[in-house]
RNA sequence: GGCGCCGUGGCCAAGUGGUAAGGCAAGGGUCUGCAAAACCCUCACACGUCGGUUCGAAUCCGACCGGUGCCUCCA
């Protein structure tokens, strides 16, 4: 039984959905106005692992997550830059989803935008006015929070400890300080939409309402974001989502993510100190990126380091490395009598039982080591019919955390190391005892071809104890991060990054 | 000021009442022409400090110290 942190009862809950067998979820995307940061990619990492293990519990997951793609700073941003909300918007978007692919994070069910939705956003408004909720002052409509009477139920605050700490009023118009602006009447030269007030936009976060709403319906299950989102933009959320219905919950559990840090402070657009992801992810393989994004509790903060990503990494190597290593088990036909069965149901019921508890991540990464350990250590022992027997439960396992690729993509790196291929053998031509045989290999051949003949000159070399000639071939391709190993099945080949 | 979170070995990080998972680093070993990889072994009388509750606490309570998030648009 899966049981998840509810910001609302502030209690780990057991997770019952509204629909039998059906979980609608919903997560707050970003304002597309500039490049998404890590703190993105953690959040959207974890929704996803969430999505994943309810999809293997057996639950069809309806899952969206929007796009903000009308706000102030993306008026602000696209004027600075001289071209429209839509051309800003659009890029980053396109970025995001691109780095979201790399990251192996499955595409959603959906990915509404707010400027997609304003008939919806209009009759919330509007029906929010009707119902007495919100009131109309000179430069929009504003929710009146001392109407909603369970404001501050989801960060836990009441009014007046919110009155206290509240900052400097913009529109003394507002009949509370708290009150917020759920449409924005526009100024000249802004995006605008026909509307009862006036042509003018949406508010605050008013397009997270109405869009989960439209597609998900009342009272759906899972509600996500970062925890710096739980006030004001939840909070608001739930107040006019649940004025409007006049049904409650607005969403049954509140899952809150904890924040990317860097050097102890929040990563944010707003400190400059982010890390941009796009750039991350051409020094970095999405799935490396990843796996370092779930080695932490998702609800505690991540403090942002390349030492730890060099850590991820390499631990994804091992995993890599020893996967490659099972599947060359499978094609072997070994024979072995070491049982794997028991071990698999065990190691189930472990990912299951850190799983439920709150997907409680790296105890699941420490599972993967364990059993990656458990056959590299009984690699002669365990048959191909049992080899293959973990391999697919690997990916069971794998599946889950969205760590797919492992072993799939030494082809490609190693076609994109060609070049620097033909210039070691241009280098290694140097050494008259390689000369000759280095003339039969041509930039036509193969890459892998190539890597063999290197092999195979290198073991040439070894047979006649020419081991200076030898070395010089394993130097030089360790110098573009091929990594020449001898092992008892013969010298084996590995890719490192350089 | 209010509402929270965090402080576990050199580093990262699980564990939240029953006597410290896992990873990285380090040291030793097996294997190897030498390496590398892999494997094996070692590596926290102890979980910020001080009190308390308990047969028993890293885990609960209190105080204190240090760090940090939110309190108007931030994943």
């Not at 830059?81 to 396109?94: A, N, R, V």
């Not at 003394?172 to 300080?177: G, R």
């Not at 409650?248 to 990317?260: D, E, I, K, L, Q």
């Not at 010089?472 to 391709?477: G, V």
Request: with cysteine; glycine share 6%; aromatic share 10%.
């Amino acid at each position: 039984m899966l049981r998840i942190y509810n910001t609302l009862s502030r209690s780990l809950e057991e997770f019952i959905p509204r629909e039998r067998g059906k979980v609608y979820m919903y997560n707050c995307g970003l304002t597309p106005y500039d490049y998404p940061h890590v703190g993105h990619a953690r959040s959207a990492v974890i929704y996803d692992v969430i999505h994943r293990y309810l999809e293997y519990l057996g639950y069809e997951v309806i899952h969206i997550s929007n796009f903000t793609d009308i706000d102030d700073k993306i008026i602000a941003r696209s004027q600075e830059l001289g071209i429209t909300c839509e051309e800003l918007t659009q890029k980053y978007i396109d970025v995001y989803l691109k780095d979201l692919k790399a990251l192996n994070v499955k595409p959603l069910y959906g990915y509404p935008r707010a400027t997609e939705h304003i008939k919806e956003i209009i009759e919330m408004v509007r029906t929010l006015q009707e119902k007495g909720f919100a009131y109309e002052i000179s430069d929009g409509v504003y929710f009146e929070v001392r109407k909603f009477k369970d404001y501050g139920k989801l960060s836990h605050r009441n009014l007046e400890e919110l009155r206290s700490g509240a900052r400097i009023e913009v529109n003394p118009e507002k009949k509370d300080p708290l009150d917020f602006a759920i449409w924005k009447k526009s100024r000249e030269g802004e995006p605008s939409w026909d509307s009862p007030w006036g042509k003018g936009r949406p508010g605050w976060h008013i397009e997270c309402s109405a869009m989960s709403l439209h597609y998900l319906g009342n009272s759906f299950d899972i509600h996500g974001g970062g925890d710096d989102l739980i006030f004001p933009h939840h909070e608001n959320e739930i107040a006019q989502s649940e004025a409007y219905t006049g049904i409650s919950p607005f969403a049954r559990y509140w899952v809150h993510n904890g924040m990317v840090e860097i050097e102890k402070e929040k990563m944010s657009k707003s400190l400059k100190n982010f890390f941009n992801l796009d750039e991350l992810l051409r020094d970095y393989d999405g799935e490396v990126v990843r796996l370092y994004l779930i080695s932490v509790s998702y609800r505690k903060p991540l403090s942002f380091d390349i030492e730890s990503l060099e850590v991820a990494r390499k631990n994804y190597e091992y995993f890599n490395e020893s996967f490659l290593s099972i599947n060359e088990d499978i094609e072997r036909n070994n024979k072995g009598d070491v049982p794997v069965e028991d071990k698999i149901l065990q190691w189930r019921s472990d990912f299951r039982k850190a799983m439920d508890d709150d997907l409680n991540f790296p105890v699941a990464i420490a599972l993967l080591f364990d059993i990656f350990k458990f056959f590299n250590g009984n690699k002669e022992k365990i048959s191909s019919k049992e080899a293959l027997k973990l391999k697919e439960f690997l990916n069971e396992m794998l599946g889950v955390l969205g760590i797919e690729h492992l072993g799939e993509r030494r082809a490609s790196v190693l076609s994109s190391l060609k070049d620097r291929i033909m210039d070691v053998i241009g280098f290694l031509s140097k050494n008259e005892a390689l000369r000759k045989e280095l003339s039969s290999i041509d930039k036509e051949m193969a890459v892998n071809d190539i890597l063999q003949s290197l092999v195979d000159l290198r073991a040439e070399m070894r047979l006649r104890q020419d081991f200076v000639s030898a070395d010089q071939i394993r130097d030089a391709l360790k110098e573009v991060g091929v990594v020449l190993e001898d092992t008892k099945e013969g010298t084996k080949y590995r890719l490192v990054s350089t």
